[in-house]
């Protein structure tokens, strides 16, 4: 029968959707707090408020910008206040035509997208924004696309609106962006928003990243299923762009192998599959650039490695010995070995890190971030099997 077999990985696969936003985000407190404090005067008095929130992709900005904003219209519902909050990708509505459309159709959804001027449109999302009589808060994520297509002119009008309105009606705005804006925006637009009002989104680190992928899992997948380990590997590879999209991505994809497989857990095989899956960074160019002897070292690295996430360098050199005398190489000294390793870790084949045992000595792990390693194995058997090897200009 179909469908019969229960999933051992997955819980609730929707939590790993790119548009999920948890109830709690972790290493984002401070960009929390500093929004409830921007946005303070426009709970209490409602005044308008601003905030740029700036940062490189994936560092939680749209899912920050999203969880404030769930959580202000839930402090207006709880306290019998009206609030009214729009949305927008100023990737997807690029002009300020379609920025003003959506809006006015947030009111009036038939909206025709033709056969009114600008100067109208504008009259006519004022109307409904003053017959509201409540604050709007306004989100325009990656506005820097906007700012590039269009003059800062539409940002200035809705920041001046509020000034004419009456009755409780304002608005207020975030604004999103991988780069500051402010020299985008004119000098009228800047005079009108507070100097004091980016929050800076900075690259997650390895333990962020580990954080967050760890409070996924625990609401996607089945309790246990991805060891501390397995989490550290994950954080590894995320760690160059400091991005959680891609680690939840990863994360996703490595459940689905896991899922496939027998393990009933979630291994370092399946996130070097989902890794190759996303990547496929561990081309055959990056492996024939390698000589012989740097082969041999790596094959010696996939294959101590087996199913675990890392290794010690003492038990790579171990399997080392044995794999050079099987291709008729003298295994060079710890320190050259080291010189092989590190040169890979360059081209991220190989990634390294020192841990702290509990007597107090520190040892050099091992790891290989890209592929599976059997199946680097089996690419390297075949290139220093096949004929046409590098050894034969070695002399
Ligand atoms: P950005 O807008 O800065 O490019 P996103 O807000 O889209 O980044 O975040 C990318 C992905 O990572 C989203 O799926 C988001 O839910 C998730 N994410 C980012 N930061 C966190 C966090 N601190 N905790 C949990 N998930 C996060
Ligand atoms: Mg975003």
């Known amino acids: 029968m179909m469908f019969e077999k229960n999933s051992a990985i997955i819980k609730d696969v929707k939590k790993l959707s790119f548009d999920y936003v948890p109830a709690k985000l972790v290493h984002r407190e401070e960009q929390m707090r500093r929004l409830e404090m921007l946005f303070r005067p426009m709970v209490t008095d409602g005044v308008p408020c601003s905030a740029f929130l700036i940062g490189s992709v994936g560092t939680g900005k749209t899912v920050t910008a999203k969880r404030f904003c769930e959580d202000l219209l839930k402090y ?3 306290n019998s206040k009206l609030m009214d909050h729009i949305f927008i990708n100023c990737r997807i509505r690029n002009t300020a035509h379609g920025v003003i459309l959506q809006m006015i159709r947030n009111f009036d959804t038939g909206f025709p997208d033709r056969g009114f001027s600008a100067d109208e449109m504008l009259r006519s999302l004022k109307r409904h924004v003053e017959s509201r009589s409540r604050p709007l808060v306004l989100v325009l994520d990656e506005v820097d696309v906007l700012l590039k297509n269009s003059n800062s002119d539409l940002i200035y009008q809705l920041s001046r609106f509020t000034e004419e309105m009456q009755g409780g009606s304002s608005i207020s705005m975030i604004m999103i962006s991988q780069e500051p ?8 637009s800047i005079s009108s928003f507070k100097r004091a009002n980016t929050i800076k989104f900075d ?7 580990k954080d ?18 397995v989490a550290d590997l994950l954080a590894d590879i995320g760690k160059v762009y400091g991005d959680a999209r891609l680690v939840i991505e990863m994360l996703e994809k490595a459940a689905a192998i896991a899922e496939e497989g027998e393990n009933g857990r979630l291994t370092a095989d399946d996130v070097r599959s989902a ?9 055959e160019n990056k492996l024939a650039t390698l000589d012989s002897k740097r082969k041999v070292a790596l094959l010696a690295i996939a294959r101590a490695m087996k199913g675990d996430p890392y290794i010690s360098i003492t038990r790579a ?20 070995f080291w010189t092989y390793v590190q ?31 059997k199946e680097l194995a089996k690419k390297l058997e075949y290139m220093l099997e096949s004929p046409i090897s590098d050894d034969e200009f070695e002399f």
């Open 343 to 373: 040169d890979m870790e360059k081209i991220n084949l190989l990634d390294t890190m020192v841990k702290s045992e509990t007597d107090g000595g520190r040892v050099t792990y091992i790891s290989i971030p890209d592929i599976p390693p």
């Open 317 to 336: 050199e171990k399997t080392y010995a044995v794999v050079c005398e099987e291709y008729g190489q003298s295994p060079r000294k710890h320190t050259q």
């Open 212 to 229: 967050i992928i760890l409070a996924r899992a625990d609401e996607a997948l089945m309790s246990g299923v991805v060891d501390l380990d």
């Open 275 to 283: 890794n190759a899956m996303i990547y496929s960074n561990v081309s």
């Open 203 to 209: 690259k997650y680190t390895k333990n962020e990243l």
């Open 181 to 188: 804006v402010s020299e985008m925006l004119d000098s009228a």
């Open 76 to 78: 207006y519902a709880g």
